[in-house]
């Protein structure tokens, strides 16, 4: 069901790029109530901007799925306020899923979500999930990340380093709380798009900190994918907010 809409730096190694995102995404809670306490910010993010994107692949290239609503540029400007029986949980990540938006597929074998529309509100709801996918501590990240990026330059450096981490981890990961508050889109035009979500961290004495997590995407045979034809630390950036002004909400109704 579409949700109800309620009218309202410096370039870093591949190593350090993928190490910043799994302690963010996976030690999120951490990371931010230290720069919340005022330490030292532990992440320095470039300025956010569409940026150089990559070759266009024309609009000939349909959904994966059969979606068939295709819109190629506008955006997404409301609150979603969305019924509580519709959200499900990806690890403790609440999500939810839009009828002829997404996700339309779900792997039998790995559980991983995929094919989301070509439409502004298709972006959203594919980087929602992704980083549902990215926060369950569940999941064996190289296999997600080998499922939401894109082929293009950097893909196979980022797996082979990611691997690299994995395999040296001494200790299992952690659920953290740390949900989708809102959500913007700062670039759109059908084939490459530029989503910030707002995070909120909470911990289990109930404080609060706000992060933004944006995500560059592009559509790539009929669906939507992290853009691994740019930099990594351009593919996504991460930054501290202080509270959800500015991002369309979402909430549970």
């Given at each position: ?96 899923a839009g009828e002829g938006v997404g ?90 798009a530029w989503v910030d979500l707002a ?6 004495g109930g404080s609060t900190v706000y ?43």
């Amino acid at each position: 069901m579409v949700p109800t809409q309620v009218f309202g730096g410096s370039r870093v190694t591949l190593l350090m790029s993928v190490v910043v995102m799994v302690v963010v995404i996976i030690l999120g809670a951490f990371v931010g109530f230290r720069i919340a306490r005022g330490d030292d910010p532990v992440i320095e993010t470039p300025t956010i901007s569409p940026g150089d994107p990559s070759p266009t692949l024309g609009t000939d290239d349909p959904s994966v799925c059969g979606f068939d609503e295709v819109t190629l540029d506008g955006t997404v400007a409301a609150h979603w306020a969305i019924p509580r029986d519709e959200w499900v949980y990806q690890g403790r990540v609440g999500v939810f899923a839009g009828e002829g938006v997404g996700p339309g597929v779900t792997d039998p074998v790995t559980g991983l979500a995929s094919c989301f529309s070509r439409t502004p509100t298709g972006t959203v709801f594919a980087a929602m999930w992704a980083y549902a996918l990215m926060a369950d501590a569940s999941l064996d990240q190289v296999e997600v990340w080998a499922h939401l990026l894109a082929r293009g330059t950097y893909r196979d450096e980022l797996l082979a380093e990611l691997e690299e981490i994995e395999a040296s981890r001494t200790s299992p990961r952690e659920d953290r709380n740390a949900d989708i508050g809102g959500y913007r889109i700062l670039f759109y035009d059908g084939t490459h798009a530029w989503v910030d979500l707002a995070i909120v961290l909470t911990s289990d004495g109930g404080s609060t900190v706000y992060r933004s997590f944006a995500l560059r995407l592009t559509w790539q045979s009929g669906d939507w994918f992290l853009d691994s034809n740019t930099e990594p630390t351009s593919m996504w950036t991460i930054s501290r907010l202080s509270s959800l002004q500015g991002y369309w909400t979402i909430t549970m109704a």
